[in-house]
């Protein structure tokens, strides 16, 4: 599983093989973006890369159907 932060403290854990992502706003924050409440399932997603944004096109969300995060400022791999 990858896991990628971005430039505002918000941090994605991407499950490649599930093509699912979640998204964890830095503690503290209030958040009022779409998909905090847990993993979403992504037709596709842009790759993690330092420096480019993450962009997903997200599937079975009515309300919802892309997010796109602020660059990526670090990445690792993490056990699922």
Partial sequence: MIKATTSHG???????DNRRA???PPQG???V???TEGWFHYASYSGV???E???F????DSA???QMSTPVVSVEEVDS
């Fill in 22 to 24: 979640v998204r964890v």
């Fill in 53 to 55: 944004k993450l962009f």
């Fill in 10 to 16: 918000t941090y994605y854990l991407i499950d490649e």
């Fill in 33 to 35: 973006y779409p998909n």
């Fill in 57 to 60: 096109t997200i599937i079975g």
């Fill in 64 to 66: 919802f159907d892309w």
């Fill in 49 to 51: 890369e330092v420096g």
């Fill in 29 to 31: 924050r209030q958040d």
